[in-house]
C-alpha cells in the first residue's frame, strides 16, 4: 500500500486527499500524520530532503513530491474523471490555474508563518502587504469570471478550493466580503466534491 505523509492541517495535503477521493484510490493509500515542527524530523526527510509536505512514498519505495506533482501521479491512475488534460489547450488552462492557486496558498501561509515563527517586533509590514496584495490581486482576477467546470471539477478547481478553504481556515475568511461570486462558486464545488466538506480542516 502506497504512504501519503502529510498533516490533517496542510491545504497542500488537502489537495491530495480530494484527489484520492475524487479517483476512487482512498483504500490504496495509508495516510500518515507527520509533525513538520519538529527540525529535520526524520518521518518526513527520508521521503524528502525539503522536510516538505504532502509526500507520497509507492510501494516500491520512490518517493513522489510535491502535490501537484503527486495529484497528476495519482490521475494516471484511473481513468476517471480526468484532472489533469493530457494536451492542448485545456492543459495549459488547468496547470495554470493550478499555479495561481498554489501562489495563493504559498503567499497565505507565508503570512501564517511571519507571525508563528518571528517575535513581532520584527515583523515587517511591507513584505506582509506584499504578500496580501499577491492574494488580493489573484482573488480580484477570479472574481472577474470564476472558473468553470464542464463533467467534473478538474485539479486547477480543487486547488483553488483548496486555497479559498485554507483562507477560510487560516485568515478568518476575511477574502469572502468582497467575492460574491468565488463565494457561490466554492459552494458549488462543494456540492459538486463531497471530499471538500471531508477534509475540511479542525483544530
Known sequence: MMKLLSSPLSPYGR??????????????????????????????????????IPALILESGQCVYDSAVICEYLDSLTPSPVLFPKSGPERWKTITLGALADGILDAALLLVYEKRFRPEEKWHEPWTERQRTKIDRSLDLLEQNPP?????????HLTLAAALGYLDFRHEGRWRAGH???????????????????TRPKL
Open 15 to 52: 489537495k491530495v486527499k480530494m484527489t484520492l477521493a475524487m479517483k476512487g484510490l482512498k483504500d490504496k493509500v495509508e495516510v500518515v500524520a507527520v509533525d513538520t515542527n519538529i527540525p529535520a524530523n526524520p518521518e518526513i526527510t527520508v521521503a524528502n530532503p525539503l522536510a516538505k
Open 148 to 156: 468553470a467546470w464542464g463533467q467534473s471539477p478538474d485539479y486547477g
Open 180 to 198: 460574491p461570486k468565488l463565494v457561490a462558486w466554492v459552494d458549488r464545488f462543494a456540492k459538486a466534491v463531497p471530499a471538500f466538506e471531508e
